[in-house]
């Protein structure tokens, strides 16, 4: 028992993934450090709730409604939500009103609440509706290109588009992909070859941080729910 998550990737340029969850018999959760802001739709006891989610920079325990189900939408890094400054939600979020299994409301309007298979098509009509923006200049940026800007006003721009430097970016996704690396049986020293940390301390305390699982535990499957899904090892 514990938290049993699906998550697929997504081919929309807007989207990074979508995700379903249930929790059955947990009531708390190792929450884990991530870049991206997000919705959630999630019903428990016959009731049904919206939220906003944001990024987070530090790994922590976060409660679990219990006997809940959940679909979520991770958007990709340098979207955002045009009502809402991004670093605002950064380690926090909104819950939205009113929401019904139906429909959610979110920046003036009322929206169908999806299901994981039609996830993108809602994030869709909120592109065209202007509701969810992207900033050119960082979208440049992470496709690898150097804008004719200077440094600082990259910064600058990725830091009001995301919430977040570019270096806590970085930082946090490789942290999370060492987690699934090891989870997934790869050595330490492989993983730090890999992902360039200088060595297996500098790999341990990254994960603390953003992780909150030691090696050990993440070779073995140990240290009780968390919010990430490495193929089911870490739910019980």
Do not use: N
């Not at 993934?17 to 708390?28: D, G, M, P």
Request: aromatic share 6%.
């Amino acid at each position: 028992m514990g938290l049993r998550f699906e998550t697929r990737r997504s081919d929309s340029a807007w989207v990074d993934s979508v995700w379903t969850c249930t929790s059955e018999r947990v009531t708390a959760m190792t929450s884990v450090a991530g870049p991206r802001w997000g919705l959630v739709f999630w019903e428990q006891d016959g009731r049904a709730h919206a939220d906003v989610t944001g990024p987070e920079t530090r790994t922590g325990t976060a409660p679990v409604p219990e006997g809940a189900t959940f679909t979520g939408i991770e958007f990709a890094v340098g979207t955002s939500l045009r009502a809402v400054p991004m670093p605002a939600l950064v380690d926090g979020g909104i819950g939205l009103p009113d929401a019904t299994r139906r429909t959610f409301r979110l920046d003036g309007g009322r929206w169908e609440t999806p299901g994981p298979d039609d996830a993108e098509a809602l994030v869709e009509r909120l592109v065209r509706a202007g509701i969810v923006v992207r900033d050119p200049l960082v979208a440049a940026v992470l496709r690898g290109h150097r804008p004719a800007v200077s440094g600082r006003t990259v910064e600058r721009r990725f830091r009001a588009a995301t919430g977040l430097t570019r270096g806590a970016v970085r930082q946090i996704e490789r942290a999370r992909t060492a987690a699934e690396l090891l989870a997934a049986g790869d050595p330490a020293a492989d993983v730090v070859a890999k992902l360039d940390y200088f060595d297996e301390p500098h790999l341990a305390r990254a994960l603390r941080a953003y992780v909150g699982r030691t090696v050990g535990q993440l070779r073995e499957g140990g240290g009780g729910p968390i919010a990430l899904d490495l193929d089911q090892r870490l739910t019980s």
